[in-house]
């Protein structure tokens, strides 16, 4: 019920290219949707978040889509640079507990 | 920008030692948070504190595990007689009230190596 499964694991992009992460959540009472992302040897970091609310956010080079029928989110990131190489976590919570991550997705792009 | 500041940044330890890992969060805040991540592996919640006491907690946050504010400051997790398996890096985190739980901003973390 509380899990949040994360794929894919990881991705390889050229580039230029577009980003494409997808996460999908069991707890229908979760009422905040953010994506982190980790630089090695860093703690994460708040990317963008989302509330059920809405269909999409975007944020400069950063778009979070959310199908709330789905129980999915997925965070496209458009124009991928190297600077963008991390690791992507996604995460969901409910009426303010603990956040809860998905087991993330390492993003390698090429130049 | 605020930061939230964690210390040591690496720490080796002697299985059945105790540690004990610092965390500043930043001023304003009053929701404080640790989380752990073995090496290559998902974030995973260990305990929240807010009002000097623990507002939820996790099944990995047993009796082996202790938090504490001991001043205005700093924010604490005591780890007894360390094992093996609690070899990972431990982040510490926090937000404010105007923004409850969202909004978490995390530190460097932690990484404790138990031998």
């Known amino acids: 019920q509380q899990q949040v499964k994360q794929s894919p694991q990881s991705l390889i992009v050229q580039k230029g290219g577009i980003s494409i992460i997808n996460c999908a959540y069991e707890?229908?009472?979760?009422?905040?949707f953010p994506w982190y992302q980790q630089f090695p040897g860093k703690g994460p970091a708040l990317l963008i978040a989302?509330?059920?609310?809405?269909s999409e956010k975007k944020e400069g080079r950063f778009t979070i889509s959310f199908n709330k029928s789905a129980k999915q989110f997925s965070l496209h990131i458009m124009d991928s640079q190297p600077g963008d190489s991390a690791t992507y976590f996604c995460?969901?919570?409910?009426?303010?507990?603990?956040?809860?991550f998905g087991k993330g997705t390492t993003l390698s792009v090429s130049s | 920008e605020p930061e939230v500041t964690q210390t040591p940044s690496h720490q080796v330890t002697q299985m059945g030692q105790e540690v004990i890992l610092r965390c500043v969060p930043i001023?304003?805040?009053?929701?404080f948070y640790w989380y752990r991540q073995i090496l290559g592996q998902k974030v995973e919640f260990l305990v929240s504190?807010?009002?000097?006491?623990?507002?939820?907690k996790s099944e990995i946050f047993d009796d082996q595990f202790s938090v504490e504010r001991p001043d205005g400051s700093n924010f604490t997790l005591k780890i007894r007689s360390t094992k093996l398996e609690d070899s990972a890096m431990y982040f510490c985190?926090?937000?404010?009230?105007?923004?409850?739980?969202?909004?978490?901003?995390f530190g460097s973390g932690t990484r404790l190596t138990v031998v």
């Open positions: 985190a926090s937000s404010s009230r105007d923004r409850g739980h969202y909004g978490y901003t």
């Open positions: 001023s304003n805040h009053l929701y």
């Open positions: 989302i509330r059920p609310d809405v």
């Open positions: 995460a969901g919570s409910q009426a303010g507990t603990a956040l809860i």
């Open positions: 707890n229908t009472a979760f009422d905040y």
């Open positions: 504190f807010y009002n000097n006491e623990i507002s939820e």
